[in-house]
T-cell receptor, first 113, second 114 residues
Framework: KQEVTQIPAALSVPEGENLVLNCSFTDSAIYNLQWFRQDPGKGLTSLLLIQSSQREQTSGRLNASLDKSSGRSTLYIAASQPGDSATYLC????????????FGGGTRLMVKP | NAGVTQTPKFQVLKTGQSMTLQCAQDMNHNSMYWYRQDPGMGLRLIYYSASEGTTDKGEVPNGYNVSRLNKREFSLRLESAAPSQTSVYFCASNFLLGSYNEQFFGPGTRLTVL
């Protein structure tokens, strides 16, 4: 069974810190790895998508990397701000899964002023 | 573009009642999905529709039915609601180009079954 894991489940950091969120997946036959942000009581906002042929994607202060051989993706947030406080979810699309997403459990991030 | 829209935003049902959750997207996407999100369980796929006229079961389809009414709309029906179906329901649609596959989500429907 294809599984996606995010550790830690929760993280608290002071404002201004650079931080890394981790995502692990069990199957290297991955099409895409997508990172989402979810604010409390809200839907999911797509942040970055990395295709299997790519190693990283960047958007502003966010950088996501993908290492298929080790089954890992990381989301790097530079100079964190209180407004970055949210739950971050990663999700994988596999070659044989009809474009469906398999989600990790998420990391709940709090950035303290 | 409104993106993916869902109605209603909130709903309270009694056990045994039925209801339909509506979803529409205006991005001309072929594929649409229904997920439920529960504390400690993450997001799980209920049903999906790869294209207009087709539907398939996901990980947790029991107790649900779906209809892909047209390319824009994908509805989820609970025929006889149970307390175990208390959850937040998300609809999503999929932009697919070759191996590029990005999903876009609606704001969710928060359902409580008493």
């Amino acid at each position: 069974k294809q599984e996606v894991t995010q550790i830690p489940a929760a993280l608290s950091v002071p404002e201004g810190e650079n931080l890394v969120l981790n995502c692990s997946f069990t199957d290297s036959a991955i099409y895409n790895l997508q990172w989402f942000r979810q604010d409390p009581g809200k839907g999911l906002t797509s942040l970055l998508l990395i295709q299997s042929s790519q190693r990283e994607q960047t958007s502003g202060r966010l950088n996501a990397s993908l290492d298929k051989s080790s089954g890992r993706s990381t989301l790097y947030i530079a100079a964190s701000q209180p407004g970055d406080s949210a739950t971050y979810l990663c999700a994988a699309t596999y070659n044989n899964a009809g474009n469906m997403l398999t989600f990790g459990g998420g990391t709940r991030l709090m950035v303290k002023p | 573009n409104a993106g993916v829209t869902q109605t209603p935003k909130f709903q309270v049902l009694k056990t045994g009642q039925s209801m339909t959750l509506q979803c529409a997207q205006d991005m001309n996407h072929n594929s649409m999905y229904w997920y439920r999100q529960d504390p400690g369980m993450g997001l799980r796929l209920i049903y999906y529709s790869a294209s207009e006229g087709t539907t398939d079961k996901g990980e947790v389809p029991n107790g649900y039915n779906v209809s892909r009414l047209n390319k824009r709309e994908f509805s989820l029906r609970l025929e006889s609601a149970a307390p175990s179906q208390t959850s937040v329901y998300f609809c999503a649609s999929n932009f697919l180009l070759g191996s590029y596959n990005e999903q876009f989500f609606g704001p969710g429907t928060r359902l409580t079954v008493l």
